[in-house]
């Protein structure tokens, strides 16, 4: 495990007693692991100069809440680090065999 993934394990409260081993699930941009039961992105670098961390935390929140995405459970627009739920399958697909007048939401 790289020195950075650790830090980043070690930093955020929501992956604490982490202690298997990491799963890279890659990212074009980011890197991107499955840690367990979660899901943690580190920023890929310089990807600060055109993508507002704040403005995406909000984002991915309201996602969750609307049930296309799944729950944030860690974001720190200072860093990037985000922690996340799972996806077991495909959210769009699920999406579309959902109609839009259900009142039945769902995560990944």
């Known amino acids: 495990m790289s020195q ?10 929501a992956l604490a007693g ?3 081993q990491p799963q890279r699930l ?3 941009t980011n ?11 580190l920023p890929g670098a310089g990807t600060e100069a055109y993508i507002d961390r704040s403005h995406e935390a909000t984002a ?3 996602a969750a809440a ?19 739920a799972p996806c077991s399958r495909s959210v769009f697909a699920r999406s579309l065999m959902t109609s839009r007048n ?4 769902h995560h990944c």
């Open 26 to 28: 890659g990212g074009l």
């Open 102 to 105: 259900t009142s039945s939401r």
């Open 31 to 41: 890197r991107v692991w499955r840690l367990g039961d979660k899901v943690l992105r």
């Open 4 to 13: 950075e993934l650790a830090a980043a394990i070690a930093s955020i409260p």
């Open 60 to 62: 991915a929140r309201l």
């Open 66 to 84: 609307a049930g296309v995405s799944p729950p944030v459970l860690h974001a720190d627009p200072e860093t990037g680090l985000m922690v996340t």
């Open 18 to 20: 982490f202690t298997g």
